[in-house]
């Protein structure tokens, strides 16, 4: 079991004044909004701002940017809360960890109660294909999954002059009408907005995750120091033809959603290994495992291991 983190909270909690409206309303609806591209991000108040309209919005997200940091989760260190203002209003809170810290904390400290919905996003960047198994902004959403509470991760194709209020008013849309037919258990969703769908009234299509492998190459440079170093392309999968995807059904501009499940149980290969019988003989200590004192690796780059077989 993972030791508890230290959680750190300055406190001080200015209440929204549409959060204590909507409590006047009687709207019982709590939503969880976090992200991985920081707590500033526009994406992330673009959200905001179409929420309010289903409920009571808190907001809980990185204080820096943690893109491609997956699922990672701070336990070694202290978590730092701190809350955000806008005109000496609350409006969230920065938290000094991953996304997935964001939900853990908002769901056991920072909401009143546990929320009926967790959205993450909008991350600029689509997070189709099996980088869903990178990103923060997926992560996060699978985190509230753990907690039982259906969570939508939402990403926008990145675009220099990303129109994060036209893709909000997309999300809400899907996340509304998810809401409207999901069954009564929680489910895990991912929603990818292609900026070809901004400009029209775009087809949504339900698609599964394309698994096709990309991002594999790397470019080679050399700093000022001499030093090799490697640039990670991330070049998108060629879409693939036997099935229509979220890779593929995006290239035509479709909004794409796909329904996610974070038990990676290969069931099949279950029930058939559950047949085999593995046997294995007790292992004595064997001397070749302990190393001399002092022993350790030694670090060269490889341009100075060049440079030494080039002298020799």
């Not at 940017?65 to 260190?77: K, P, R």
């Not at 919905?117 to 600029?124: A, E, F, M, T």
Request: proline share 6%; glycine share 8%; net charge negative.
């Amino acid at each position: 079991m993972l030791p508890t983190s230290l959680i750190i909270v300055e406190r001080g909690f200015t209440e929204d004044r549409r959060l204590i409206e909507r409590k006047e309303r009687g709207s019982s609806v709590l939503i969880l909004l976090t992200n991985d591209d920081g707590i500033y991000a526009p994406g992330l108040a673009a959200m905001e701002r179409e929420l309010i309209q289903l409920g009571e919005v808190r907001v809980v997200a990185p204080a820096t940017e943690q893109s491609g940091v997956g699922h990672s989760i701070t336990y070694l260190a202290p978590l730092i809360v701190k809350e955000v203002y806008i005109d000496e209003i609350h409006w969230g809170w920065a938290v000094e960890g991953s996304p997935a810290d964001c939900v853990k904390i908002g769901i056991a400290e920072l909401c009143p109660r546990r929320p009926d919905l967790v959205v993450s996003g909008i991350n600029g960047g689509l997070n189709a294909g099996i980088n869903v198994l990178y990103s923060g902004t997926v992560a996060a959403a699978v985190e509230g999954a753990f907690f039982r509470v259906t969570s939508v991760a939402v990403s926008l194709e990145f675009d220099e002059h990303a129109q994060f209020g036209k893709a909000a008013r997309l999300a809400r849309s899907v996340i509304e009408q998810i809401l409207q037919n999901k069954g009564s258990e929680p489910q895990l969703y991912n929603v990818n907005i292609p900026t070809a769908a901004l400009d029209k009234a775009p087809e949504v299509r339900v698609v599964p995750m394309d698994v096709a492998q990309y991002g594999e190459r790397f470019e080679r440079r050399t700093d000022p120091w001499g030093r090799d170093y490697y640039w990670a392309t991330g070049e998108p999968a060629p879409p693939t033809a036997e099935q229509e995807t979220d890779l593929t059904a995006m290239s035509k501009g479709c909004v794409t959603v796909t329904p996610l499940d974070f038990n990676m149980t290969h069931q099949s290969l279950l029930d058939e290994m559950q047949k085999w019988k593995f046997s294995l003989e007790k292992i004595e200590a064997d001397q070749s495992d302990a190393r001399p004192p002092g022993f350790g690796p030694v670090v060269r780059s490889s341009r100075k291991k060049r440079r030494s077989a080039a002298e020799n």
